[in-house]
């Protein structure tokens, strides 16, 4: 077999166990059989090749592993797993089973996710709508949010799907931590204030995280003309909605005196071209329901910060089991969401967005990681909006880290995940 003698099919090689035993793993596995490939390693040097029940336990009495921790379904595997380790006279290593854990709303299954990108429904397997560990990486996660997860499940024997949701509240708790805050619009509508002059400028001083100093703070301009988000703005008003509307007043964060919409101008397609409003600086208007975000226009001081792209992920697939024939009845891949990604372009954030990715790159962990082009560390929550961090295919130039020349950058962004959800959620 060795030396190609016989043909792929002809011949192999098997362990001689036991056919009279009721496990059908002792049923004279096969170890080696015949393979004319080429090997990533080796390129054509082999012709035979070892089969995992031959290799799995041998490998891991080599390489000392303690325990080796396997899915249900190797169960009887056990047996000769421990039979060929006694059979070869070698160190046994303890193999213990427990049940996979199932995610709703996606699938974990190696043969689905190559399928999945294979059809072209992802891009790669480390696609941040997946949750293989290189896409929850790539998408931002922190590791000890999954280390959180992780331990409120323990290990069970039990087929388990859990519901994302906790997952995602884990997700949440661990950005609430680390994740500085800043402003930012997706979908940026420009407001001029009209009692301003054209040259006014204010600069603000804005902390990263409210209630904890040790974020630190930054300034950033107020100036005449601002950009909101589309989200925080409606024509037409209503009791429970408290963002801005024709003839409403709110307040903007970080900001002394509240603002009023008094007009609206559009575009000949019927589109907001501004908002205009007026700014109460007499002392007297009535603090604000509500405060919006808001990124000033000052090219003299780099704002705004325009993004090249904001993606927004959502659930993979539409239901919570894909698998379930009663409510997919056109088969897993026929749930597939063609909603899952949303690209934004022409997002805007503040420049306190630069000032952060400088201090993460002086910093000796940032160093490294950018060295290595890990920029998912660089994590944010974007106020009222939800927490963000930065995709692999963001371009940052060492001119732009260490000094002020953005020439050649690229700023794509990730949703991590949305901001804790409530029962108004879109309407306050």
């Given at each position: 077999m060795k030396d190609g003698r016989y043909a792929a099919n002809e011949a192999i090689l098997r362990m001689k166990m036991d056919l009279?035993?009721?496990?059908?793993?002792?049923?004279?596995?096969?170890?080696?059989?015949?393979?004319?490939?080429?090997?990533?390693?080796?390129g054509t040097q082999w012709c035979i090749y070892p089969t995992y029940d031959f290799t799995h336990c041998l490998c891991d009495s080599f390489e000392n592993i303690t325990h080796s921790l396997c899915t249900r379904e190797f169960t009887n595997s056990r047996q000769s797993y421990y039979w060929l380790c006694d059979a070869v006279e070698v160190y046994k290593p303890?193999?213990?089973?427990?049940?996979?854990?199932?995610?709703?709303?996606?699938?974990?299954?190696?043969?689905?996710?190559?399928?999945?990108?294979?059809?072209g429904h992802v891009t790669a397997l480390d696609d941040p709508r997946l949750y293989t560990l290189p896409a929850l990486r790539r998408r931002g996660v922190p590791p000890q949010a999954i280390n959180a997860f992780v331990r409120e499940l323990g290990v069970t024997t039990?087929?388990?799907?859990?519901?994302?949701?906790?997952?995602?509240?884990?997700?949440?708790?661990?950005?609430?931590?680390?994740?500085?805050?800043?402003?930012?619009?997706?979908n940026p509508v420009k407001v001029v204030i009209e009692n301003l002059p054209?040259?006014?400028?204010?600069?603000?001083?804005?902390?990263?995280?409210?209630?904890?100093?040790s974020f630190g703070t930054h300034k950033v301009p107020f100036t005449r003309t601002l950009y909101i988000d589309a989200s925080d703005f409606r024509e037409t008003d209503s009791a429970d909605y408290y963002?801005?509307?024709?003839?409403?007043?709110?307040?903007?964060?970080?900001?002394?005196?509240?603002?009023?919409?008094?007009d609206v101008?559009?575009?000949?397609?019927?589109?907001?071209?501004?908002?205009?409003?007026?700014?109460?600086?007499?002392?007297?208007?009535?603090?604000?329901?509500?405060?919006?975000?808001?990124?000033?226009?000052?090219?003299?001081?780099g704002s705004p910060v325009r993004l090249d792209e904001v993606r927004v992920y959502d659930s993979l697939f539409k239901h919570a089991n894909p698998y379930?024939?009663?409510?997919?009845?056109?088969?897993?891949l026929s749930d597939v969401?063609?909603?899952?990604?949303?690209?934004?372009?022409?997002?805007?954030?503040?420049?306190?967005?630069?000032?952060?990715?400088?201090?993460?790159?002086?910093?000796?962990?940032?160093?490294?990681?950018?060295?290595?082009?890990?920029?998912?560390?660089?994590?944010?929550?974007?106020?009222?909006?939800?927490?963000?961090?930065?995709?692999k295919d963001t371009e940052l130039p060492a001119a732009a880290i260490e000094g002020d020349d953005i020439k050649g950058t690229k700023l794509i962004m990730n949703r991590i995940v949305t901001l804790k959800e409530d029962a108004k959620k879109g309407s306050n």
């Open positions: 009279e035993d009721g496990n059908p793993q002792m049923w004279d596995l096969v170890a080696y059989r015949i393979l004319y490939a080429s090997h990533h390693r080796t303890v193999q213990w089973e427990y049940g996979r854990l199932n995610i709703t709303n996606t699938v974990l299954s190696k043969r689905k996710l190559l399928k999945l990108r294979d059809d039990a087929n388990t799907t859990i519901d994302v949701v906790r997952l995602e509240n884990h997700i949440r708790d661990a950005l609430n931590e680390l994740a500085p805050r800043v402003m930012a619009a997706i054209a040259d006014h400028l204010e600069m603000i001083e804005v902390p990263y995280k409210p209630r904890d100093e963002r801005l509307a024709p003839n409403k007043t709110v307040g903007l964060l970080s900001v002394a005196h509240p603002i009023t919409c008094t101008r559009k575009n000949a397609d019927g589109s907001i071209s501004e908002i205009v409003c007026r700014i109460d600086d007499s002392g007297k208007a009535a603090k604000p329901k509500t405060y919006i975000q808001w990124v000033a226009e000052s090219p003299e001081h379930d024939k009663n409510e997919v009845p056109g088969g897993w969401n063609d909603k899952s990604l949303i690209v934004a372009k022409g997002a805007v954030a503040e420049v306190g967005l630069w000032d952060l990715i400088k201090r993460y790159a002086a910093s000796a962990a940032g160093k490294k990681e950018l060295a290595e082009h890990h920029v998912e560390n660089i994590r944010f929550q974007f106020t009222r909006i939800g927490y963000f961090a930065f995709d």
